[in-house]
């Protein structure tokens, strides 16, 4: 794993875990990162993040409703 230094507001030290907790939820929003690469980012398992991720907004289910219906209709 690469390891990458940023520099934050000095108002959000007390959030930098929060801050990186962001970073890799959108990161996984946007498929960048699989759920478990994303965990592993903040340590924390897999499903402690996916619990997480409904506090920024992302949803665990990262999956088009077009490809699901299109999916559902071969079924």
């Known amino acids: 794993m690469t390891t990458i230094t940023l520099e934050v507001p000095d ?3 007390e959030y930098q875990n929060d801050t990186v907790r962001f970073i ?3 990161l996984y929003e946007s498929g960048k ?5 994303a965990a592993d980012m903040v340590g924390l398992s ?3 993040f996916a619990e997480l991720l409904s506090d920024y907004g ?3 289910l990262n999956y088009p409703v ?4 299109s ?4 079924i």
């Open 71 to 74: 999916d559902a209709s071969r």
């Open 33 to 37: 990162l699989s759920l478990g690469q």
């Open 46 to 48: 897999k499903r402690t």
């Open 66 to 69: 077009s490809e699901m219906l």
């Open 24 to 26: 890799a939820a959108k």
């Open 58 to 60: 992302v949803s665990l």
């Open 11 to 13: 108002s959000l030290g």
